[in-house]
Nanobody, 124 residues
Framework: QVQLVESGGGLVQAGGSLMLSCAAS????????MGWFRQPPGKERDFVAA????????YYVDSVKGRFTLSRDNGRNTVYLQMNSLKPEDTAVYYC?????????????????WGPGTQVTVSS
């Protein structure tokens, strides 16, 4: 059974940085895509970024390009989301999910194994 646990959130001022972690367990993820999503209060869960576990290729939504960076540690089965130049509109609960194969999709319905999420709050 796939288990994902997000961590690393917190309160930061605009312009600051945070690094989120998504620790995965329960199977091999060599042929999977790990996706990060975020859900602001009262809104839907939206795609942020994704990484193909096998070769590390990444995809970002336009609003975070140049500010967020994905990486992975195969030995630790962990994906990292480095977030720089944070803005108040980045405030949300951040979740990671996993999907089989190499196709990167942006719908949360295509992903599974959601963890409890980690809160990111950016003050202005």
């Amino acid at each position: 059974q796939v288990q994902l646990v997000e961590s690393g959130g917190g309160l930061v001022q605009a312009g600051g940085s945070l690094m989120l972690s998504c620790a995965a367990s329960g199977r091999s993820f060599s042929n999977h895509v790990m996706g990060w999503f975020r859900q602001p209060p009262g809104k839907e869960r939206d795609f942020v970024a994704a990484i193909r576990w096998s070769e590390g290729s990444t995809y970002y939504v336009d609003s975070v390009k140049g500010r967020f960076t994905l990486s992975r540690d195969n030995g630790r089965n962990t994906v990292y989301l480095q977030m720089n130049s944070l803005k108040p509109e980045d405030t949300a609960v951040y979740y990671c999910g996993v999907r089989p194969g190499r196709a990167i999709t942006t719908s949360p319905r295509d992903y599974a194994g959601w963890g409890p999420g980690t809160q990111v709050t950016v003050s202005s």
